[in-house]
């Protein structure tokens, strides 16, 4: 069934052959997105708003994929769509996560198999070529499963993250029982995508993991607990180097944590991911506060370019710049529509 499965994602991802992975992929164009719902207020479940209004073409980042909730579906009411720029359209996949790499060239899907625990499959598919392969990881190797307790609960990897250079990838290693506590980092280096795995304990992992900073030089997490956290940034062999004494969780959308010349970061800094919070990288100290429009879905939070964020906004997802007005807006969602969309950085 895997096998089956895995077919047909990559054939969702496959591209039309091409010469040079240089020539950015078409992106999503104009109009609504499919598969989207919303939850009404007497638990019935109808057509949600969401589209795309601006042209994604020639921008320092890429929509590759957003995931709806339909609580009303039989068995999985998750389901991801990812973007297949041949086909100028978004399919509906079977499994698991999807990254695409910032030159556009890769593409790495998550496959899990419920018959094999503590095991996950990643395929990976070579834009310029068309040819997929097969990497399986078996995380037990990496940390054991955890049996205390009754029951055993089995690792697991989240949350992709390309490095900046597209020569790593990073994926955030918890236990199912410890879901907001890390085990550690699995980091793949191109170009065998070979794993390997550094340990890094207890690291504060709830709505989203490590990510990596401007250049990949380094990657960073929350640290401590909910009420009094941190921002610690680590080695590339997991040895920690430095520590923000700052708020929030850091956002890794678009184009990341860091600002592009590195010279900036900013997390979701205040309860319910009410502001975003930008922090100088020198001193640590605070740049400026902007509100985020709360709502159901976890916020979208990273930077667009030097002077600008890619943020949630009223409308749904825009560019705002550091002094908080809004300056275009991408996708329009509506309020109670059940989207998750995922931008990353594209050169």
Sequence with gaps: MLGRFASCL???LA????TSAAVPPPQPTRGPLPGVTEQAGNGQVGKGKAAVVADLNGRPIQLTSYGTVNVQAQGNPFALWAWQPDRRR??????????VSPDGRWTVARLESPREPGKDRLRILDRTTGKSRDVAI????YTPADTENGGTQYPQMRWPRWSPDGQKLLFTVSLARQDDRSAGVLILDLPDFTPRFLKIHKALVTVGGFEWNHDGTRFLVRNGRLGGTTVRLYDLQGKATREYQVRGRPGGDGRGVFSPSGKQFVTACLPLEKAACVWDAV????V???????????????WYDEKHLLISTAAGIGIVDLKGRVTETLLKLGRKSQIYPHFSALK
Excluded: C, H, N, W
């Excluded at 078996?138 to 190797?141: G, K, N, R, V």
């Excluded at 001193?283 to 605070?286: N, Y």
């Design 10 to 12: 990559v054939s969702a």
């Design 288 to 302: 400026t506060r902007i509100p985020i429009v709360a709502g159901p879905r976890p916020t979208t939070l990273g």
């Design 283 to 286: 001193t640590g100290k605070a």
């Design 90 to 99: 978004f399919i509906k996949t079977d499994y698991g996560e999807v990254a």
């Design 15 to 18: 591209l039309t052959t091409t």
């Design 138 to 141: 078996q995380l037990t190797e």
